[in-house]
């Protein structure tokens, strides 16, 4: 089994780690929620196993970036002036791919859902991303599963809140 530099932190029952993401290509820092080694492993493991060869195989984590890419444009529009974004422009019938170009990840973290136990909880993660043109700007996917949950700007609410799924401002309530 891989080394995720997995430690113990001491409040709220946590475990830091560090994993290589094929998808980004780059090292993204995690934290793991309320569960073990062996659920936090689990979903290191599947982070680490999506990339942009095998990305078709996640199909709601498409639906996911494609509703990022959603809220992306609607900012743009609405906020478009603010920001100095150089040349960036995106087309919502572009490829995930050409997103992902622009996207960097902050932070993930893994949290077991609900009730489950370790071992029945499917993998479960929020990623913070930035928008390198304005690298303040973070947003946020969240996936249970094949169940896509959350996409949108961070608003430091849990993914896994159920009111979150109806908010207006969540672009994945249609995936």
């Known amino acids: 089994m891989k080394d995720y530099s997995l430690s113990n932190t001491s409040y709220f029952n946590c475990l830091d780690g560090r994993l290589e993401s094929p998808l980004f290509g780059r090292e993204i820092p995690f934290l793991a929620k309320n569960c073990g080694d062996t659920y936090a492993l689990r979903c290191a493991e599947y982070f ?55 996207l960097s990840p ?5 949290e077991r859902f609900g009730y489950l136990t370790d071992e029945d909880c499917p993998p479960a993660f929020s990623l913070k991303l930035s928008f390198d043109p304005v690298p303040d700007e973070i947003m946020e996917i969240a996936l ?14 849990s ?7 109806k908010k207006k401002w969540n672009y994945a309530r249609n995936c």
Do not use: Q, S
């Not at 902050?106 to 893994?110: A, C, G, H, N, P």
């Open 159 to 165: 993914p896994w809140n159920e009111k979150l799924l």
């Open 144 to 157: 249970h599963g094949d169940v896509a949950v959350y996409a949108g700007e961070f608003r430091g609410v």
């Open 106 to 110: 902050e932070r993930l973290v893994f």
């Open 48 to 102: 680490e196993g999506i990339t942009l060869e095998n990305l078709a195989e996640y199909p709601a984590l498409i639906k996911l970036f494609a509703a990022l890419g959603e809220y992306l444009t609607d900012m743009l529009d609405e906020r478009g002036d603010d920001f100095d974004i150089g040349d960036f422009e995106y087309d919502g019938n572009a490829p995930v791919t050409d997103l992902l170009k622009v």
